[in-house]
């Protein structure tokens, strides 16, 4: 096991120097010019000139591609463009906002859409079952700004039960955590229900049942490990995504967190700023998966046994 998750730690190297090259390299074509944007169009040439120099924007592409590598291997990412201040202390400070959304969305999707799916696929058919598929189809349907913005309206101009943006208290979470949460939770429901209909036609379901076992000892201890599978790699799929792509219910509810700041330094071409956003959100998306894949030894023997060997 060790050996596989040292193997798995190094694949984060080619990742993220894949991941950086793109990311500079994107940066590097967007249209604009630094010092202009910094400045303003009105400073002088000299004035944009001699910050362009500072600033190193007036070296070729690879050789600040390289210099940012070299630099970043030794633990310096370099100063935002805008702030001059190190590029992770603006990070760090907003990453427990995009945490803390992005938890509570993927474990209110997990506990919506992982029971009712099972219900679903228990009582396939029944009304129960209509009832929940055609409501995961509509949720799923709908844009998350859209279904951010109809919250708004209800819940916080016309209801008045919660605050509309910010995010100083814990009901400033609930709006945004319920509109990220309601597609995730549509998917989980959506699958759960199918691979549960998957496991339940399988032999051992039937000889289960045929040596009198309940029908809630079958679903909880026999079929759900084995159904929870790909549900745990969606969930953990679904949860780095939040992470990283909760910038539009971030811009909704105006949160700040790391996607509102990444928006922002890309609109102002501080690469620093964007490229040490991308591979935190890019190193923690890895990690995640990797735990998705220790979860999946952890559910079923079969895999933890091909860990060991």
Same mark, same amino acid.
């Given at each position: ?41 009105? =400073?002088?040439?000299?004035? %944009? ?18 210099? *940012? /590598? ?32 992005? =938890? ?25 079952? /209509? ?26 101009? %016309? ?44 032999? *051992?379901?039937?000889?289960? %049942? ?6 809630? =000892? ?14 745990? #790699? ?14 539009? #219910? ?23 700023? /964007?490229?040490?956003? /991308?591979?935190?959100?890019? #190193? ?11 979860? *999946? ?13």
């Amino acid at each position: 096991m060790a050996k596989y998750v040292t193997k798995r730690l190094l694949l984060l190297i080619p990742i993220l120097l894949g991941v950086s090259f793109i990311i500079f390299t994107i940066m590097n074509m967007i249209p604009g010019d630094v010092a202009s944007l910094i400045l303003g169009d009105t =400073a002088p040439q000299s004035a %944009k000139n001699e910050l362009m120099a500072e600033l190193g924007l007036n070296r070729p592409f690879w050789i600040r591609y390289i210099d *940012y /590598v070299w630099d970043a291997l030794h633990g310096d990412f370099g100063l935002s463009y805008r702030t001059r201040t190190p590029v992770f202390d603006e990070i760090f400070a907003r990453f427990p906002t995009t945490f803390k959304l992005a =938890a509570g969305a993927m474990l209110l999707s997990v506990a919506i859409g992982v029971p009712l799916g099972i219900l679903s696929a228990v009582k396939q058919y029944s009304a129960l079952d /209509v009832i929940n598929s055609v409501t995961a189809m509509f949720v799923s349907s709908i844009p998350a700004f859209w279904l951010g913005l109809l919250s708004i309206l209800l819940f916080a101009l %016309k209801l008045g039960w919660l605050p509309s943006n910010g995010a100083d208290t814990a009901q400033s979470f609930i709006l945004p955590i319920v509109t990220l949460s309601l597609p995730g939770a549509a998917e989980i429901l959506r699958l759960t229900r199918s691979t549960m209909l998957e496991v339940i036609r399988q032999d *051992y379901i039937r000889t289960a %049942k045929a040596k009198g076992a309940s029908n809630a =000892a079958v679903i909880w201890k026999h079929a759900l490990k084995n159904a929870l599978l790909p549900v745990i #790699t969606v969930a953990g799929m679904h949860f780095g995504a939040l992470l990283g792509g909760s910038v539009i #219910t971030e811009s909704v509810f105006a949160m700040p967190g790391v996607g509102t700041l990444a928006i922002d330094a890309i609109r102002s071409k501080d690469t620093p700023q /964007v490229m040490a956003a /991308v591979l935190l959100l890019a #190193t923690l998306f890895c990690v995640i998966m990797l735990i998705v894949d220790l979860l *999946y030894a952890f559910i079923d023997p079969r895999i933890r046994s091909r860990y060991s060997k």
